[in-house]
């Protein structure tokens, strides 16, 4: 589970911006809210982030998208000039980027810095954090120095040489992470303790879904199977979408070819080929959409890809509707059923603008089943939204409500609404409106030029 998120020099965020998801012991409500790790440590399942139109709401979501980047990849090209640019000094000072993690019952922060107009990373680091407060190294480096594991981690004489010569190698590599490094095709057994690296690269690979008004791909498997789509016709009809069955419907290429632009297919199917070579030809699938179209993907072995869509029928109609057919609404919930339907556990849903094209109280739906179907689950949701309506202490605890607003020099803060002494019968999404909490537009005076 994530615990903690530190970002600095980033977007519109100048100096240091914290979240955490580690409960306030003051708040005694919504105790289903939290999950108990260990003896002491209580973390929360929810954050949702409010704020002014290009107050750094889509900003903060990012982190997340590009610190999982340039865990895998490096730092990206397009990352150079996302330092905070309401400074000029900024160009030349070191971006922060650091997420703490639970991992089976461990905790863990890892993080680098980064010059990112210069495309250069300047540090990086991973310690195992303890509940009393204490943190033990595990690597660390500096600019171009080789990383230097810490000397309380116990390696036998074969994996101490193989270790050197990984980090030897890795010297004055600037623009990748050596996280990512270790998990490129190196040899590592499993009773090591250089697993560790594996097991946090993989959380934050694995573990983190973002969606944000953009997403394309994702891996459902819902759409594979028609026994499987019982849930989800069950589901879709308890949110008054007028849908009353959804169904699978083979398609050939050339169907798929003209609901996605060439270069987007050839992706897809590069990325494809890319997972049949790591999945050493076992059954792989996908599925995706655009902005109308809805599709699936499953390739076993050395058949033909088998392509399937979905179609929909609408209640007292006998005509078949195809996903185009649908309202942006509809379309939005297809992309957020994933959140309701999965078993996986521990996983982190990031969802930026969550509410977009929903109803108030469809969003409000949304999030009582999210909480009632997750309750005993380790999945946190974090989101950005406008809709004050949710802002509801039925709904959330005070410590999962956050703000980000820009102060008087342009540069995104984020602030939790448990600073605010509030009571539990506080309306708060009215108050929120009234400008008690800040993070709402300020208009400045208009009017029209009179024209002689």
């Not at 250069?120 to 594991?149: C, D, M, V």
């Not at 949701?381 to 406008?386: G, W």
Request: neutral net charge; aromatic residues 12%.
């Amino acid at each position: 589970m994530l615990t903690r998120l530190v970002v600095e020099n980033f977007k519109s965020f100048d100096s240091k911006a914290e979240l955490t998801m580690v409960s306030s012991s003051k708040i005694r409500t919504k105790l289903e809210h939290r999950v108990k790790i260990g003896s002491s440590t209580r973390l929360l399942k929810h954050a949702v982030i409010y704020g002014a139109n290009a107050s750094g709401k889509s900003n903060f979501i990012d982190f997340f998208r590009f610190f999982k980047t340039t865990v895998e990849k490096g730092l990206p090209v397009w990352g150079m000039k996302y330092f905070c640019r309401s400074n000029k000094k900024n160009e030349n000072r070191d971006s922060t980027f650091e997420i703490h993690m639970e991992i089976n019952g461990k905790f863990y922060a890892y993080g680098f810095s980064a010059r990112l107009s210069e495309r250069r990373i300047t540090g990086e680091w991973l310690y195992e954090l303890y509940q009393n407060g204490s943190a033990k190294r595990i690597f660390e480096r500096e600019n171009n120095s080789k990383p230097i594991l810490d000397s309380s981690i116990n390696l036998s004489s074969e994996e101490g040489k193989r270790f050197e010569t990984y980090a030897t190698d890795f010297e004055d590599n600037t623009a990748n992470l050596f996280l990512g490094e270790m998990n490129r095709g190196k040899k590592i057994a499993k009773e090591s303790n250089l697993q560790v690296f594996r097991t946090v690269y993989m959380w934050i690979m694995s573990h983190i879904v973002i969606i944000t008004p953009s997403s394309v791909v994702t891996d459902w498997s819902y759409y594979y199977e028609n026994d499987s789509l019982a849930q989800i016709n069950s589901l879709v009809s308890t949110f008054d979408t007028g849908i009353s069955n959804v169904r699978i419907e083979n398609i050939d290429m050339g169907e798929l070819s003209k609901m996605l632009p060439k270069p987007i297919l050839d992706d897809v199917l590069d990325e494809m080929r890319k997972r049949k070579i790591e999945a050493e030809n076992q059954t792989i699938r996908m599925s995706g959409r655009s902005d109308t179209n809805f599709f699936n993907i499953e390739w076993k072995g050395s058949e033909e890809p088998k392509i399937t869509t979905i179609k929909l029928r609408h209640e007292k109609s006998i005509y078949d509707f195809d996903f185009e057919d649908e309202s942006d609404g509809t379309r939005r919930l297809f992309d957020l059923l994933d959140m309701l339907l999965t078993n996986r556990d521990d996983v982190v849903y990031v969802v930026d603008e969550l509410e977009r094209s929903l109803h108030p109280k469809l969003t409000e739906r949304f999030m009582e089943l999210f909480a009632s179907l997750h309750k005993n689950h380790k999945i946190q949701l974090i989101f950005s939204t406008h809709e004050a309506a949710i802002m509801n202490q039925k709904l959330f605890r005070r410590d999962e409500i956050w703000f980000i607003e820009k102060d008087e020099h342009n540069s995104s803060k984020i602030y939790s609404l448990d600073q605010f002494k509030e009571r539990y019968d506080k309306i708060l999404s009215k108050a929120y409106l009234d400008g008690r909490y800040g993070a709402i537009p300020i208009f400045k005076k208009f009017s029209f030029r009179e024209e002689n």
